[in-house]
């Protein structure tokens, strides 16, 4: 039976969650753009607004696919700016109450793996990734966001505008 396209985009919801989660919790301000915001699903920005990047997940639910589609459109990614990213987020078997594993890698780095599949120069628009076709160096590669953390000044700085003398 086929998977019905709502339980589809529940699964992307669920990715870009997880992700938006992840960068949070190292400080990263994070905001979820729009569903028809072309090719990005996460904008983040260092707190003081000098960097801006852009977060494509692509999400792949386990019990329902065994590996990431893009589309041979991603090989134009091999071009993309050094602040765009790709997170491959593995949501994980919820019956075997399964965490979720992640892939990281600047965009442009994803678009030279579509370009270099086997699919690239035939007429399949297909580009599937299974967990284990992923550069094992983009596994958990969450220093890749390194210039969005917060320093230890800037976390300082807002600490001391938030505390109250006593």
Avoid at 12 to 18: S, V
Wanted: aromatic share 12%; net charge neutral.
């Amino acid at each position: 039976m086929k998977t019905p396209q709502w339980i589809k985009k529940l699964g992307g919801h669920a990715g870009e969650l997880f992700v938006a989660a992840e960068l949070s919790k190292r400080g990263i301000p994070n905001v979820l753009l729009p569903e028809n915001f072309s090719d990005d699903d996460i904008l983040i920005a260092d707190k003081p607004g000098n960097s801006l990047g852009y977060v494509q997940v692509k999400a792949c639910h386990p019990t329902r696919s065994e590996s990431f589609i893009l589309e041979d459109s991603a090989e134009e990614w091999k071009t993309a700016s050094d602040n765009h990213y790709v997170v491959f987020v593995w949501l994980g078997d919820p019956e075997k109450n399964e965490p979720p594993r992640f892939w990281i890698a600047k965009k442009s780095d994803v678009g030279e793996a579509c370009v270099k599949h086997a699919a690239h120069g035939t007429n399949n628009w297909e580009r599937r990734f299974y967990p284990e076709d992923l550069n094992p160096k983009w596994e958990n590669n969450w220093k890749i966001f390194g210039k969005y953390v917060p320093t230890i000044r800037e976390y300082l700085k807002v600490n001391e505008k938030g505390s109250k003398k006593r």
